[in-house]
Antibody, heavy 125, light 107 residues
Framework: EVQLVESGGGLVQPGGSLKLSCVAS????????MDWARQAPGKGLEWVGR????????????EYAASVEGRFTISRDDSQNLFYLHMNSLKTEDTALYYC??????????????WGQGTLVTVSS | DVRLTQSPSTVSASVGDRVTITCRAS??????LAWHQQKPGKAPKLLIY???NLASGVPLRFSGSGSGSQYTLTISSLQPDDFATYYCQQYNSYPPTFGGGTKVEIK
């Protein structure tokens, strides 16, 4: 069974940093594209960024939403089945529940297939 | 970015009703559309991918259709477990984007 468990959320001041982790189980992380998505309180869903697996890294290994480009960095440790989101220069508008998502391919296009339960990040002074 | 417009934003329905939700994209997305269900306090759950393919374990009362820039999610006979918010999502181009959601509530 695919399981994604996020951790690392919490309260941080504007301008601060936070690192989110996602432990993947039930599948081999190195074989898969992985995404981060978020949901502000009472709002809809927003994609944050993507990590392609190394087999496909002849194209850019990472993609980011414009709203986080230059502030957030995605990384992964395939040997430990861990997926990360490093968040710097946090803004109040980054307050959200952050989800780790596994993406699967359908004819070469990648859709969001499994979601973690989320970890809450609150940016406030 | 591709904008996805869902309608209606809220639908009030009874158990047994047929419910249809529409998702209109600002440009053609070539069938690269997924539908996710989210219950209060829970993570989203994939229902449909590639416009019409049912995800594993999803009941057959859910179906998806459409092409080009217009897509629909249909629940053939609404069950108590189906009261939730539904989001469409396109993955044809970066960034992946979501519709604003349709809340299915009890009439």
């Amino acid at each position: 069974e695919v399981q994604l468990v996020e951790s690392g959320g919490g309260l941080v001041q504007p301008g601060g940093s936070l690192k989110l982790s996602c432990v993947a189980s039930g599948f081999t992380l190195s074989h898969h594209y992985m995404d981060w998505a978020r949901q502000a309180p009472g709002k809809g869903l927003e994609w944050v960024g993507r990590s392609r697996n190394k087999a496909n890294s002849h194209v850019s290994e990472y993609e980011y939403a414009a709203s986080v480009e230059g502030r957030f960095t995605i990384s992964r440790d395939d040997s430990q089945n861990l997926f990360y989101l490093h968040m710097n220069s946090l803004k109040t508008e980054d307050t959200a529940l952050y989800y780790c998502v596994r993406a699967l391919s359908s004819s070469g296009w990648y859709y969001f297939e499994s979601w973690g339960q989320g970890t809450l990040v609150t940016v406030s002074s | 970015d591709v904008r996805l417009t869902q309608s209606p934003s809220t639908v009030s329905a009874s158990v047994g009703d047929r419910v249809t939700i529409t998702c209109r994209a600002s440009e053609t997305i070539s069938g690269c559309l997924a539908w996710h269900q989210q219950k209060p306090g829970k993570a989203p759950k994939l229902l449909i991918y590639a416009a019409s393919n049912l995800a594993s374990g999803v009941p057959l009362r859910f179906s998806g259709s459409g092409s080009g820039s217009q897509y629909t999610l249909t629940i053939s006979s609404l069950q108590p477990d189906d009261f939730a918010t539904y989001y469409c999502q396109q993955y044809n181009s970066y960034p992946p984007t979501f519709g604003g959601g349709t809340k299915v509530e009890i009439k």
